[in-house]
């Protein structure tokens, strides 16, 4: 086993000689040493940074995705506001044609609440309207693959498009501020803010609340067959056939942007508690909780994807048993001399046990190891124990799977810094900060030195871009 002095050679000369896609960096042998656990390791831990997450509300006027054809084609749905505001009738009973003539949902909301697209598309309405006040708004959403819908005289119809109809809105939040600069023609994505519910004297018919339709069709099929091709009632009972309840149509279609997560994601479907790991591809049921604590996971990681997206990973072996990581902390003076750094540790669930030693504060962290409280320290005295006899030398530790960084040079740069995130045991890109949000991550981004990432995260010629995002499908649902 050679020394430990001789892995921090063979490391450093690894940092220098291996050509990828990290940007060269001078630096020292005492800065390299600096970041390694040591004595003071615990201290170092603390000293780690994070980058605050970009935004995660949309802004108003930007798209997430920049390709042009995203901009018409609607693959996943969201509610126009928080789904536990959503109640539909909630304002003066007016659900989805309740009254027969009715062509929408009315929700009560506070006056100010931000209202946002519920899918891609493209505004082809976007300015005052009677019956509706100072602003309503109208997307039309290209779809992806015909779905299917029932309308007003509960017949099952399929359709190619949709327009989603926001009424009782302004530009501003706060009356006399900042418009939002939308117009018609912009492209707006699931997210995007569209306006602001309006007060009850300037909203064009009762009191506060929003006026969600959804026709199922196109504008040039709509406004072709009625000149008022964004009614709210059917006062003629001939254009409801054209009409769906937007609740059940969201439902139906879910309401997540991003079809796909990369290995290390921790993800559930909503109303289940299963919570899977994502490895390889796979899908790997994290059976207890004390399997999920030792994992040194925290709920914060967790995402809810769609039932859709669940159903495109194959299941992988689940993981159940308690503590199958384990950190170890070696006799100080005795594994020192026989060559073992000061922090190992032993990854379990493997089909060969293995053991790696962190050779930064930044992997451990990563692995969850932020505490003394979790090592196994004092176990092991020498080389001799059953813990190195019965473990494969695999290594330094490399960032965890599903841990998000950025460069430190580009940490300063706001929402033009590059974000990687780990998979797959690589460093795989983000197109921009807008796949980030895509995705609904939750967790922080850590800040890492430039001259470390090539011992921290090998790269990856992948880049996750819109496509990525929307690679799996196996949606076979309708809304009957």
């Known amino acids: 086993m050679r020394t430990f002095l001789n892995c921090l050679c063979f490391l450093v000369l690894s940092l220098l000689s291996v050509s990828c896609a990290w940007e060269e960096d001078v630096f020292s042998w005492e800065d390299f040493i600096e970041y390694l656990p040591g004595d003071d390791w615990l201290d170092d831990l603390k000293n780690v940074h994070f980058m605050d997450p970009p935004d995660k509300s949309l802004p108003p006027d930007k798209p ?40 929408g949902e009315d929700i009560a909301l506070p006056e100010g609440t931000a209202v946002k697209a519920i899918s891609h598309g493209r505004l082809v309405h976007y300015g ?26 509960k017949e099952l119809k399929w359709a190619n498009y949709a327009m989603s109809i926001y009424g009782h809105l302004r530009k501003s939040q706060v009356r006399g501020g900042t418009p939002l600069n939308l117009q018609i023609g912009s492209c707006v994505l699931p997210g ?151 922090v190992l540790y032993w990854l379990k669930p493997d089909e060969q046990a293995r053991r790696y030693f962190f050779n930064s504060v930044y992997s451990m962290h990563s692995w969850g190891l932020r505490d003394a409280s979790l090592l196994l320290g004092g176990i092991y005295d020498h080389a001799a124990d059953a813990f190195f006899l019965n473990t494969a030398d695999s290594g330094p530790a490399q960032l965890r799977d599903g841990t998000l960084f950025v460069p430190q ?17 690589r460093a795989t890109r983000l197109l921009n900060q807008d796949m980030y949000r895509a995705m609904r991550y939750r967790q922080p981004i850590m800040v890492v030195p430039d001259f470390l990432l090539n011992s921290l995260a090998r790269p990856s010629s992948t880049i996750i871009d819109e496509y990525s995002l929307l690679r799996c499908d196996r949606r076979h649902g309708s809304l009957m």
């Open 128 to 153: 005052p309207a009677s019956g509706y006040g100072e602003l309503v708004a109208v997307v039309e959403h290209q779809l992806h693959a015909p779905i299917p819908y029932i309308n007003s005289r």
């Open 192 to 342: 995007a803010v569209l306006g602001y519910v309006n007060d009850d004297a300037h909203n064009g018919d009762g009191g506060v609340h929003l006026h969600l339709g959804l026709r199922m069709q196109s504008f040039d099929e709509a406004s072709r067959a009625d000149s008022a091709w964004f009614r709210g009632y059917d006062s003629y009972f001939q254009f409801g056939q054209y009409y769906a309840a937007a609740s059940r149509v969201i439902d139906a279609n879910f309401r997540h942007i991003s079809n796909w997560h990369p290995d290390g994601t921790l993800i559930k479907t909503r109303f289940n508690p299963k919570v899977y790991l994502l490895k390889n591809g796979k899908k790997h049921w994290i059976k207890t909780e004390q399997a999920f604590y030792s994992l040194r996971y925290d709920w914060g990681q967790v995402l809810d994807v769609s039932a859709n997206e669940m159903a495109c990973y194959p299941e992988g072996a689940a993981l159940e048993y308690p503590e199958p990581v384990w950190f170890f902390h070696p006799y100080y003076m005795l594994n020192r001399n026989n060559g073992y750094p000061d």
């Open 409 to 425: 040079s580009e940490s300063a740069l706001g929402e033009r810094a590059t974000l990687y995130v780990m998979s797959n045991g």
């Open 64 to 103: 997430i995705f920049k390709a042009n054809n995203f901009c018409g084609v609607s693959y996943y749905w969201q509610y126009p506001v928080d789904e536990v505001q959503y109640v539909p009738g909630s304002y003066a009973g007016r659900a989805f044609y309740i009254d027969q003539i009715h062509l």
